[in-house]
């Protein structure tokens, strides 16, 4: 009897993740043309990257949300953990992918202790929020220490940490954590 309940469980999980993504890519083709030029998804990040607001990289980019979250800035490659009232539990740099989220909140989807990286490196921690046309965004931390070689013509959306901070990120970032994602 468990047996089945594990299979019901993850047959609902899967479905689940996939209406997630199918919603995500619907909203991202309906997306209005002046704010999709202003942020392509789905396309690897050309623009020059840059610390925080004020060139501080200790401060929260302007415009990333309230209350308790994670804010991924894509032009610092940095993740801030901030608190309910605003203070910041942590802040690091991080590894992009070769596909960014669009500028938006989402919400953690799905984590996996352990698993295979989009790039073929084992990884920890991983904290999903963000689906790019079949490409599933997340958080994680290579087990040998290595950052992605990016390859443009390889779609991944691994965002890399060190294992150290892929271990904050992993207590912080519980299923439905807010994920606020800024230019």
């Known amino acids: 009897m468990a047996g089945t309940s594990s299979a019901i469980v993850a047959g609902l999980t899967a479905a689940a993740l996939a209406t997630v993504g199918y919603l995500g890519h619907q909203a991202a083709e309906n997306v209005p043309a002046g704010l999709r030029a202003a942020a392509q998804p789905g396309t ?11 060139g501080n990289p200790e401060t929260l980019p302007a415009r990333s949300g309230q209350g308790t979250r994670v804010v991924y800035s894509l032009t610092a490659d940095r993740v801030w953990l901030v ?3 605003g203070r910041i539990r942590r802040t690091f740099p991080v590894h992009p ?16 202790k352990r ?5 073929g490196v084992p ?5 999903r929020f963000a689906s790019v046309d ?16 990016l390859d443009p013509k390889v779609r991944t959306g691994g965002v890399r940490e060190t294992r150290a901070d892929g271990a904050a990120m ?3 970032a519980t299923i ?3 994920v606020v994602v800024v230019p």
């Open 97 to 112: 992918s070769t596909v960014d989220p669009a500028p938006g909140t989402y919400r953690v989807t799905s984590r996996s």
């Open 83 to 85: 608190e309910e009232d």
């Open 170 to 172: 992993w207590r912080f």
């Open 123 to 127: 990884v920890e921690h991983v904290v």
């Open 115 to 119: 698993v295979t990286g989009s790039d």
């Open 44 to 54: 690897a990040q050309s623009a020059p990257r840059t610390p925080g607001q004020n």
């Open 134 to 149: 079949g490409t599933v965004i997340g958080f994680s931390a290579a087990l040998d220490g290595s950052v992605p070689q």
């Open 176 to 178: 439905g954590r807010k």
